[in-house]
């Protein structure tokens, strides 16, 4: 009969090597966390880039502006009070944030616009497309936009270009080659809308130059109640929707979606605005066409202003606008490609005041016929005529009617159709970034950085300059002077490709009344 079986020597040698090294495991990888997370050795821990610490805030956070911002506020209207800053912060940003982006980050993207807007439109609007990967900015700026109060906070942010309209500017663009060519012709000398459409025209064409001398990839336009929404791409990110264009493309058209305001109360439409109507282009025909009364609610099209979108052109030579809202070239007809996801966010008669505004900044008459030489579009027309002549409370009855969308049974019925969408990505970026306190640290950094002397001369300088510029020649009389080559190139019969019609800020499709009662 066996005996027990005795284990081996070797066998209790292993269980205390298994117990040992058991021991040692922990002790292993505790150490190597230890060494990943050591600041020293050269070793750069990628997530301490995101710590808000004192050394490093952004421009204008240290304690001595900050200190008088709460302040300051009573003194000046438009300043750090308009932007709320909370003590903590809740949107993450890299360490000395300043959007200063470097030279190997690519496709390289530029916006150009023409404003009169205030620091509370003007800064969210340009900081959130900072985010989305936009590094400079061509700010063409006139009123409240060219006050000292604005346009020194502007010029002190890196990427940003500030250009006045002062008498030498109008003297500059009055050489421009469009006013001999037809393509722009037919909004030449009229008023308001009209005189806008070729403002923006001619500041475009000098956008391009500054953009290729600055080494740009891609240029936009775009007014500062709009954002781009760069969906479809592999992250939320303009620069890698741009980057995933194929090379032979030279144009990327946006199209636009509409905002959907629900209260007639709103102030910050950027941050208050989640529920937009989608374009015709991302839409089915049956869809659109299907839903269409319902959409329109009585106003003369589906959207109040434009539905054709906005584009951003590839930089390379012979570019030249083709009105604001395309880009075209003087030797070829462009490659374009509609993106079938992505879209600018159009926040258009989204504050009641809004209404006034526009009325304030044209001069025409509030008659049917009037308008139609001041106004492109029905919706523009008629709500010029009522802010016109209306009191306050019919105006605010007809805004309710017309642009407020109260009726939540088919706000929900459209939604559902697809023809409003929720869009929360804008909303949520800015807030962030008006949380974080940037916008009131510029402000402050740029008040900082000017001495009381300096302060008071760009004043001067600013006041000389709109004097200056307060004899000028309006762009309905720029070009007048000058001796037209159109008849010349007519009567030669030339054929010039790129005399291709301006395009004008277009309505979207209209519903063929005799064919649906037909069906």
């Known amino acids: ?40 050795g050269g070793i750069d821990d990628p997530i301490s880039r995101w710590s808000p610490d ?53 496709p390289k993207i530029c916006v150009t616009t023409s404003t009169s807007a205030g620091l509370e439109q003007i800064l969210p609007w340009m900081f959130y497309h900072k985010v989305i990967g936009v590094s ?27 250009i006045y309209r002062t008498k030498e500017l109008e003297d500059q663009q009055a050489k421009s080659r469009i006013w001999n060519e037809t393509w722009l012709s037919s909004f030449f000398y009229k008023p308001c809308n009209y005189e806008l459409f070729v403002k923006q025209s001619l500041n475009m ?27 479809g791409a592999r992250e939320y990110s303009l620069r890698q929707l741009l980057l995933d264009v194929p090379k032979n493309v030279d144009m990327v058209v946006f199209p636009n979606y509409e905002s959907s305001i629900e209260r007639d109360d709103v102030k910050e439409p950027f941050t208050e605005v989640s529920m937009f109507k989608k374009n015709y282009d991302h839409l089915t025909k049956d869809t659109y066409f299907g839903m269409y009364k319902e959409s329109t609610r009585g106003n003369p099209n589906y959207f109040l202003t434009y ?14 606008p083709n009105g604001a809202h395309r880009w075209h070239n003087y030797m070829k007809t462009p490659n374009e490609i509609k993106l079938e996801e992505a879209a600018v966010l159009h926040y258009t ?95 402050a950094s740029a008040q900082g950085s000017l001495s009381k002397d300096n302060f008071l001369a760009s004043i001067e300088s600013s006041n000389s300059s709109r004097a200056s510029s307060s004899i000028k020649l309006d762009s ?27 395009v004008p800020p277009l309505s979207p499709p209209l519903i063929d009344e005799d064919a649906q009662n037909e069906e």
């Open 54 to 106: 004192e050394s490093h805030k952004f421009p204008g956070m240290d304690s001595s502006p900050l200190a008088t911002v709460g302040h300051s506020s009573s003194h000046s209207p438009d300043c750090t009070s308009l932007f709320g800053h909370s003590s903590t912060t809740s949107f993450p940003y890299f360490k000395d944030w300043k959007f200063n982006f470097q030279a190997d980050l690519k």
């Open 349 to 443: 008669y989204s504050k009641f005041s809004d209404l006034t505004s526009r009325r304030d900044r044209c001069g025409c008459k509030p008659t049917k016929d009037d308008v139609k030489r001041c106004f492109m579009l029905e919706f523009d027309r008629a709500a010029f005529i009522i802010a016109s002549t209306a009191t306050e409370e019919e105006m605010l009855n007809w805004y309710r009617e017309h642009v407020v969308w109260t009726d939540r049974a088919l706000n929900l019925k459209l939604l559902r159709k697809g023809i409003l969408t929720r869009i929360y990505a804008p909303m949520t970026i800015i807030q962030g970034l008006r949380e974080s306190g940037i916008f009131g640290s510029i402000i």
């Open 476 to 502: 309905r009389k720029i070009g007048r002077d000058r001796v037209s080559k159109t008849a010349v190139r007519k009567a030669l019969d030339i054929d010039i490709s790129s005399d291709e019609s301006a």
């Open 1 to 40: 009969m066996a005996g027990p079986r005795q284990q081996p020597p070797s066998s209790a040698s292993a269980v205390a090597k298994l117990l040992l090294l058991l021991t040692l495991l922990p002790l292993s990888l505790a150490l190597f966390a230890f060494l990943l997370q050591w600041r020293g």
């Open 205 to 231: 064409e000098m956008a391009i130059v500054m953009a290729r001398d600055a080494g740009m990839d891609w240029i936009l336009h775009l007014d500062t109640d709009e954002l781009i929404h760069p969906a």
């Open 136 to 162: 400079t900015f061509f700010l063409f700026v006139e009123g409240k936009a060219a006050s000292p109060q604005v346009s020194k906070v502007l010029e002190s942010i890196a990427g940003v270009k500030v």
């Open 307 to 320: 539905g054709n979108g906005k584009s951003a052109a590839r930089i390379q030579d012979h570019l030249r």
